[in-house]
């Protein structure tokens, strides 16, 4: 089936634009995840949404980013006002809940973010 | 709190010779472990899992991994490295009883020499 993906792949703006970056998770998943990876770094954990749950939002850096999930299934994740700082690559992924047992998460391909 | 390490940064082998990539945790109870592949321009890709049972897990592509909780390791392993195997890969552990987020080492890239 269908994997988790992203749109768009590349996206290149000017400090102090507001960007939009979208995520298709694999149909029937409950959890999405967004990551963003700097470059040097790992992961770094931005937002969960899981069902209808408040989403986990402690990974977000600063009032400028925000995303939210419509209708249980595509995210998008907003940064207002982007600095050069959030230039990176944003990842991101979807699970299946299963009661009781482990779970994995799949990843999309990711939208490389440039800010000039 | 929590963490990851990963101890190298880049690793070069030849083709044909073995591959083991270091993990550490920092957790306080056992989490679920994970080993990420990336390619370039590539999303991830997970590799293999560890959750319960026996400590020595295999995966695909050729790979396994032991869990030693004495050391707080999870290290990646292939006895044979071939040229496609050069990515990045990233050590992750996730919290048990939990769908949450995974926390990520900061990866080692290995590269393979011909």
């Known amino acids: 089936g269908a994997g988790v993906s992203q749109s768009p792949s590349n996206k290149v703006t000017e400090k102090g634009k507001d960007v939009e970056l979208r995520c298709d998770p694999i149909?029937?998943?409950?959890?999405l995840y967004w990551y963003r990876q700097s470059l040097g770094q790992g992961l770094e954990f931005l937002i969960y949404?899981?069902?209808?749950?408040?989403?986990?939002k402690s990974g977000l850096p600063s009032d400028r980013f925000s995303a939210e999930r419509t209708g249980g299934s595509v995210s998008t994740l907003t940064i207002q006002r982007t600095q050069q700082e959030d230039s990176a690559v944003y990842l991101c992924?979807?699970?299946?809940?299963?009661?009781?047992?482990?779970?994995?998460?799949?990843f999309g391909p990711g939208t490389r973010l440039t800010v000039t | 709190a929590q963490s990851v390490t990963q101890p190298d940064i880049h690793i070069t082998v030849s083709e044909g010779a073995s591959l083991e990539l270091r993990c550490n945790y920092s957790?306080?109870?056992?989490?679920?472990l994970f080993w990420y592949v990336q390619s370039p321009g590539q999303g991830l890709q997970l590799l293999l899992k560890?959750?319960?049972?026996?400590?020595l897990v295999q995966g695909i592509k050729g790979f396994e991994a032991e869990f030693k909780r004495s050391q707080s390791s999870f290290n990646l392993r292939k006895p044979s490295v071939h040229w496609s195997d050069a990515a990045e890969y990233f050590c992750?552990?996730?919290?048990?009883?939990?769908?949450?987020?995974?926390?990520f080492g900061k990866g080692t890239k290995l590269s393979v020499k011909p």
């Open positions: 149909s029937g998943h409950t959890a």
């Open positions: 992924a979807s699970s299946k809940l299963k009661i009781g047992t482990s779970y994995e998460q799949y």
């Open positions: 949404f899981q069902g209808n749950s408040a989403p986990d």
């Open positions: 957790y306080g109870a056992t989490p679920y």
């Open positions: 992750a552990v996730g919290a048990r009883g939990s769908q949450g987020n995974l926390i």
């Open positions: 560890y959750f319960s049972g026996d400590t």
